[in-house]
Nanobody, 115 residues
Framework: QVQLVESGGGLVQAGGSLRLSCAAS?????????RAWYRQAPGKQRELVAT???????NYAESVKGRFTISRDNAKNTVFLQMNSLKPEEAGVYYC????????WGQGTQVTVAS
């Protein structure tokens, strides 16, 4: 299996930026497929925010297009999410996983956006 450790969250003012990181360890079979970021706002279901393919193609939720950037260090099996111009409604716990949410979830990293 795989262990996921997300980091980089914190408190930021609206309009600010954060860079999230996700380190994957464990089975190589699973590590190479950790290519997505999700967000779970308080009282809401977890939602897919961004994905990146093995070829580097990216896809984003409509609400974050142009402001968020997903990237991956394949050598280190680390996934990043650069978040710019953050909005208060984007606060929540951010998680990494496969694009289908197919492995055990990590603890996530909390993002708080003050208005």
């Amino acid at each position: 299996q795989v262990q996921l450790v997300e980091s980089g969250g914190g408190l930021v003012q609206a309009g600010g930026s954060l860079r999230l990181s996700c380190a994957a360890s464990g089975s190589l079979f699973y590590k190479v497929n950790i290519r997505a970021w999700y967000r779970q706002a308080p009282g809401k279901q977890r939602e897919l925010v961004a994905t990146i393919t093995s070829g580097g193609d990216t896809n984003y939720a409509e609400s974050v297009k142009g402001r968020f950037t997903i990237s991956r260090d394949n050598a280190k099996n680390t996934v990043f999410l650069q978040m710019n111009s953050l909005k208060p409604e984007e606060a929540g716990v951010y998680y990494c996983n496969t694009p289908t949410g197919g492995v055990r979830w990590g603890q996530g990293t909390q993002v708080t956006v003050a208005s």
